[in-house]
């Protein structure tokens, strides 16, 4: 909660982590459901904002789809240029989908929504395996039982074997999904309250914005808005509209009972 860093940023300032989630979020209030057509209209129009932020994935992806390029062709050509597309782009903002999902559902979603950019399937893998957990978790499930689920629920050898066994695992708070994701979970894992969580993950050093993100929507959805200490929230960039949006997500989900 400083300023300053590689794109000088203001105290509080949110990155492109919260943007793309942002963008999720929306559409699935818009839309009532997935819509690929209008997630990737807003995931571009957060990419203009400020373009600087985005990874290489997503950064070479919205170029090629804002020249013309069709998403899934885009997609490819991505993963074929960069030599790969497993990158963590796809998992950081994923999360409203576990809000808006019950997990017997949010698993196919997370793929479907992971793969509109990043065409590696494994980023989908990641993506799916914490987003159920937060699906478990805001609906009551306690951490170790919606770690289970999600385990068991994984389809992906190597994510299923490093997830599913993070304990056996060194930390490395990279930009691959899967370490990312990993770093994550594992500081969420093994931590006693929200604050330790994030604080943890980002003294990890590395990919510090999206190893946080990842972190605080577990550590979120487990533990709730009440546990965020209020010198982390007060001078956070659009909060209220950010916690609005959390309640409109939730209202909007897909097994609420009317």
Request: overall charge neutral; some cysteine.
């Amino acid at each position: 909660m400083l300023p300053g860093g590689r794109h000088f940023r203001k105290k509080g300032e949110v990155t492109d982590d919260t943007m793309q989630a942002v963008a999720i979020a929306e559409s699935l209030v818009a839309c009532r459901g997935f819509s690929e057509t209008d997630i990737t209209g807003r995931l571009s129009d957060s990419y203009i904002v400020r373009p600087e932020w985005f990874g290489p994935t997503s950064t070479l992806f919205f170029d090629l789809v804002r020249s013309g390029t069709v998403p899934h062709q885009a997609a490819r050509l991505v993963h074929r240029r960069n030599h790969g597309s497993r990158s963590n782009g796809s998992v950081m903002r994923g999360f409203p989908l576990g809000i808006f999902c019950p997990s017997p559902q949010v698993c196919d979603m997370s793929l479907r929504c992971s793969a509109i950019t990043h065409y590696d399937p494994v980023g989908g893998h990641c993506s799916a395996f914490l987003n159920v957990m937060v699906s478990d978790m805001v609906r009551g499930a306690s951490r170790g039982k919606a770690f289970r689920h999600a385990r068991s629920l994984c389809m992906d050898p190597e994510v299923h074997t490093m997830l599913g066994n993070y304990q056996e695992y060194e930390i490395v708070p990279g930009l691959d999904a899967v370490q990312c994701s990993h770093a994550a979970l594992s500081c969420f894992m093994e931590s006693r309250t929200f604050g330790h969580a994030i604080l943890s993950a980002i003294n990890l050093g590395g990919d510090t914005d999206t190893v946080g993100a990842c972190t605080g929507a577990l550590a979120g959805a487990y533990w709730g808005l009440g546990a965020v200490p209020e010198r982390w929230y007060r001078d956070l960039e659009g909060y209220e509209q950010l916690v609005q949006l959390a309640g409109r997500v939730w209202n909007a989900r897909v097994d609420r009972v009317t």
